[in-house]
């Protein structure tokens, strides 16, 4: 008798087991990891204090995850309205022809899609702003036109472009390409990195 109830008891433990596991492997499938941006503060947000703009030289890290590069920039929280959130960047500094560079983690071979925010800074003598980007050894030229544009509409357009990468880490750069007009540039925010599926 105790022998029966002892095999009648591993008998209902091990179909509790495969009962449990099963309603596991049924009702919890593993989650779709969600790749969301690859950068850090891609809108400018933890940054330098001020009510208008401050002016950063090249090899300044005073914008969280990013570093100057080039020349000057001016990070600007209130003298003209930022296209997400407060804080936006004109890649022309007071003066200077700047830019900005993040590195970040990335699969060789993968493709990514940059995504940001572009504008002109509408003051200045030169009404069309251009910026370049670049990453793992690709770039394209982007022009924002400022004509009819103010500093509570600058016009900002959302822009997107591709790289492929060719290491585990790469370097994004945003880049003045102007050659007049040093105080009034390109305008940037707003920027992510995704994998392309």
């Known amino acids: 008798m105790k022998a029966r109830f002892a095999g009648l008891t591993v008998l209902l433990a091990l179909v509790s087991a495969i009962v449990i596991v099963g309603g596991k492997s049924a009702h919890s499938a593993p989650a779709i990891e969600k790749k969301g941006n690859l950068l850090v503060n891609g809108s400018f947000e933890e940054g330098p204090d001020t009510d208008k703009f401050v002016s950063l030289n090249e090899g300044s890290k005073d914008i969280k995850g990013w570093i100057v590069t080039r020349g000057q920039i001016d990070y600007v929280t209130g003298y003209w309205k930022a296209a997400d959130g407060k804080a936006a960047l004109d890649l022309n500094g007071s003066p200077g022809f700047g830019g900005v560079k993040q590195t970040f983690a990335t699969r060789k071979g993968q493709r990514y899609r940059v995504t940001f925010s572009f504008a002109g800074n509408p003051e200045g003598t030169n009404p069309n702003k251009k910026m370049g980007?670049?990453?793992?050894?690709?770039?394209?030229?982007?022009?924002?036109?400022?004509?009819?544009?103010?500093?509570?509409?600058?016009?900002?357009?959302?822009?997107?472009?591709?790289?492929?990468?060719?290491?585990?880490?790469?370097?994004l750069e945003f880049y003045s390409l102007m050659t007049d007009d040093e105080n009034c540039g390109p305008a940037l925010d707003n920027v992510s990195v995704m994998e392309i599926d």
């Open 133 to 171: 980007v670049s990453a793992a050894g690709q770039k394209e030229e982007f022009t924002a036109n400022t004509n009819g544009k103010t500093k509570e509409d600058l016009g900002w357009e959302t822009k997107k472009w591709e790289f492929k990468a060719d290491d585990k880490e790469t370097t």
